[in-house]
């Protein structure tokens, strides 16, 4: 079985790219580090980019399968990952459930093709679930803030 691992792309926005500093006045912020998890590579492109453009996100890597997910998270410690719900072998749920069984691991959002008041996540661990459709950078920071409460 082939999987497609990459870590540390060159989708790391350091530099002048948005011309903007929000740092505000409070202590020095650094970028949330994202893995995204999908098994299409059209989406891991997308979901990458819309990374990308969003202030203070960066991705460290992109992985298209659960197990995969496992391997990268314990590698990379990302802050964040973006996990496609409908993935082969373990799926996106039961991924979310082994990276979060300990209480400590990294925030994951959901995401898929389900409208979202009819997927019900609970219980999976997840902090939040997005559509593909709806995911752009507002969600993203959106999903990060409503979870960043409950991290560690």
Avoid at 46 to 54: I, L, R, S
Avoid at 108 to 115: A, G, H, I
């Amino acid at each position: 079985m082939s999987h497609t691992m990459t870590y540390g792309q060159p989708h790391s926005r350091r530099g002048p790219s948005t011309g903007e500093d929000h740092s505000g006045g409070e202590a020095a912020v650094t970028d949330v580090r994202v893995l995204v998890v999908d098994d299409q590579e059209p989406f891991r492109r997308a979901m990458a980019a819309v990374v990308e453009e969003t202030d203070g996100f960066v991705v460290v890597g992109s992985v298209a399968c659960g197990e995969d997910s496992l391997t990268a998270a314990a590698e990379l410690a990302p802050d964040l990952v973006l996990m496609d719900v409908n993935l082969p072998g373990i799926d996106g749920i039961e991924a979310t459930r082994r990276l979060r069984s300990n209480g400590h691991g990294p925030v994951v959002v959901l995401l898929s093709t389900y409208d979202e008041d009819e997927f019900e996540f609970e219980g999976s661990g997840a902090a939040a679930y997005v559509t593909k459709a709806a995911f752009g950078p507002e969600r993203l920071a959106e999903a990060w803030s409503a979870a960043e409460p409950d991290r560690g």
